[in-house]
């Protein structure tokens, strides 16, 4: 009598499947966006600390950091604990096939896992308080609120905003007697950071060469393949999920690597940019706080990437030596070959361009994969006078000697 | 935390409510509701498929989950939920769709201070807006006895720290039938009483938000909405 809701889900029928293969071959996405042009991203945060509610066009994700103290684990006396719970069910999917959605929820999970915990974003070790007796354990509930595709980005984003938005309360440790402060006593600390990790989807089809950013729901479900790279506002590597069936080269990969990272710092000054506000807005009292109430309707509270960013751009303008200028550019520019005209040749001007420049060696050093690399012994070739020039100092040659490590990494998946 | 509070509001009147319909793109119809600065998110779906088990032939199944904002749900949460169903129980015309399941989901967003209300408003709101058949709209209104022993009406959170007791009250929109009432702490039936009627009055204001809101959705002035007399099923 009722169709089952999963067949509802856009991009699973074949129609839909052929329709996204051939507008992608034709280089054009059903809601009119280029290949790498992302959804506008939106920022709320709540009246707590560490609550945050982030939507990517129709994607919508609620996120919520607490914290408790408990005992360490054995194996890790002197750290703390980072907890990520990933909720897919509820409003989102009001009525979805169990297997579908324990594959969703997992690969989502092991994803934040990987982002943040394996990645060793947040200080663990700033949160003991007495070494095998209390750590704080910090708890991260993700909560999906509308699937739209593109789950992995939205998330990270929401979990790295809620975390360094959120503020645990003081405590001492003295005579076996634990004292937490409340916020009136002393103020709140907010949590310490190695990096700042934020991940960009890809998605890849059989028909094109042309991955595609930020897709939708539709999109997602049609493509061949989904590649997930995380980065950090350093433009390392963090995380790289590759699966599915289409054939990918390395040049497609390393494309959509350079794009990611530009993309990733961009999103990490984006948040910064928002926490800012969020202070700013907070200080000055508290009638201002509107809390997640500002979600509701059209309110200036909303914190939205196209603003601010091209906020910042314009201030940018005025003194025009910024890096983030040319990582918006880049961005933002219609057609990926395009966009490798246009940063290439202003490499050697930014340092962040000449940090891309260093992923390209491995290429031509590591001869697991020959095919690969003559492909990209072209982008290589460039690469390389490039790096000549560069003032290579011994941390450049270490994050090169990390970026290689995840390059191997990488190649194994392909 | 310094919050906004209820300051700018008398204590015998509602928060300013606000809602926006269909946020979300995967259900058959959603609200985002917020009364003060708490805030809901509730999701329809239905009539749709049922599991063997639940089915009834008389009328449809009844799912309801009420999600808070952190963690898996409590008994505090449960007990939520439990309220939001049996009001829906009360008001759904089961009968309209024999062999199937409604399923309504309601998500925390922000809790402060009268969050059963606001979840069980929002549930009515997106019954309404998804087009669920309902007997009657409904809305509920929470209540508190201060220290002082006043009555204080849709109290915010940091109000309800020192109360005496604490009511939620729904009502029905055709007859003003009391639907739930859930009481806690010590009282005098007379306070009861004056509280009823006192949630009675500001549910009526809750009545003529739904029926604003879902005239402006529809694009209809609020004129019209005006205009009714007499409180309709408001099926949309």
Redesign the interface.
């Known amino acids: 009598?009722?169709?089952?809701?999963n067949l509802?889900e856009p991009g699973k029928s074949k129609p839909e499947r052929n329709f996204v293969q051939l507008a992608v071959k034709q280089n054009q996405r059903f809601d009119g966006r280029r290949s790498n042009e992302c959804r506008d991203v939106e920022l709320a945060f709540?009246?707590?600390w560490g609550?945050v509610?982030v939507s990517l066009g129709?994607t919508?994700v609620?996120t919520?950091v607490?914290c408790d103290l408990g005992a360490p684990t054995t194996s890790r006396p002197n750290e703390g604990k980072l907890q990520l719970?990933v909720?897919l069910?509820?409003?989102?999917?009001?009525?979805e096939v169990q297997t579908t959605h324990e594959q969703r929820s997992l690969t989502l999970n092991s994803l934040l896992e990987r982002t943040f915990r394996s990645s060793r974003c947040v200080d663990l070790e700033s949160l003991c308080v007495a070494a095998e007796q209390h750590v704080w354990c910090i708890?991260v509930?993700i909560?999906v609120?509308?699937?739209?595709g593109n789950l992995y980005d939205a998330s990270t984003i929401a979990t790295l905003a809620a975390l360094m938005h959120f503020r645990r309360p003081d405590v001492t440790f003295a005579d076996d007697e634990l004292r937490i402060y409340t916020?009136k006593e002393r103020e709140f600390i907010p949590l310490l950071f190695l990096h700042y990790p934020v991940s960009v989807t890809y998605c890849i089809y059989k028909s094109s060469n042309q991955p595609i950013v930020d897709p939708t729901l539709l999109e997602e479900n049609a493509a061949d393949s989904v590649i997930v790279l995380s980065f950090n506002s350093y433009q390392e590597l963090c995380t790289l999920n590759a699966g599915g069936t289409a054939p990918t080269n390395v040049r497609t990969i390393m494309q959509c690597a350079r794009n990611a990272a530009n993309r990733a710092k961009a999103l990490v000054d984006f948040i910064r940019k928002a926490l800012s506000l969020d202070e700013e807005r907070r200080l000055q009292?508290?009638?201002l706080?509107q809390?997640?109430?500002a979600?509701?309707?059209e309110t200036p509270y909303k914190l939205s990437f196209s603003k601010l960013m091209g906020q910042q751009k314009l201030e940018l303008q005025a003194s025009l030596n910024d890096k983030i200028e040319v990582d918006n550019k880049s961005i933002s520019k219609p057609e990926v070959e395009e966009i490798q005209a246009m940063v290439e040749p202003s490499k050697p001007e930014t340092d962040t361009a000449m940090d891309t420049s260093s992923w390209l060696p491995p290429d031509e050093d590591s001869q697991e994969l020959p095919m690969p690399a003559e492909a990209s012994t072209s982008k290589a070739g460039k690469g390389k006078p490039n790096h000549s020039k560069s003032k290579a100092n011994k941390k450049k040659l270490a994050k090169r000697q990390n970026h290689s490590d995840s390059e191997e990494e990488a190649k194994q998946v392909i | 935390m310094n919050l906004p509070g209820k300051m700018d509001v008398e204590k015998d009147k509602l928060r300013q409510m606000h809602c926006e319909f269909n946020p979300l793109s995967r259900c058959d119809g959603s609200v985002m509701y917020s009364q003060g600065a708490t805030v809901v998110i509730a999701a329809v779906l239905g009539p749709i498929e049922v599991k063997t088990q639940n089915l009834s032939i008389d009328g449809s199944y009844l799912e309801c989950n009420y999600r808070p904002k952190a963690g898996l749900p409590q008994v505090k949460e449960r007990i939520r939920e439990a309220a939001i169903r049996d009001v829906l129980e009360l008001a759904l015309l089961a009968e309209a769709h024999p062999r199937s399941k409604m399923s309504v989901q309601v998500q925390e967003l922000e809790d402060r201070g009268s969050v059963d209300a606001c979840a069980v408003n929002s549930a009515c709101l997106a019954m309404l807006i998804g087009g669920l058949p309902l007997k009657c709209s409904f809305a509920a209104v929470h209540c508190i006895i201060n220290e002082q022993g006043e009555y204080l009406l849709d109290p915010d959170q940091s109000e309800t720290l020192h109360q005496r007791a604490s009511f939620t009250f729904a009502f029905d929109s055709v007859e003003g039938n009391l639907l739930l009432v859930q009481t806690k702490g010590a009282f005098k039936i007379a306070q009861f009483n004056d509280i009823e009627c006192l949630c009675r009055a500001a549910s009526a204001e809750i009545f003529q938000f739904y029926r604003s809101q879902i005239a402006k959705y529809h694009g209809r002035s609020e004129a019209i909405a005006d205009q009714k007399e007499e409180p309709s099923s408001m099926e949309t």
């Open positions: 009598m009722f169709m089952n809701s509802f709540g009246e707590d609550t509610a129709d919508k609620l919520h607490s719970n909720n069910g509820g409003v989102a999917f009001l009525d708890r509930d909560n609120l509308n699937h739209d916020e009292g508290s009638r706080i809390g997640l109430a979600l509701i309707g």
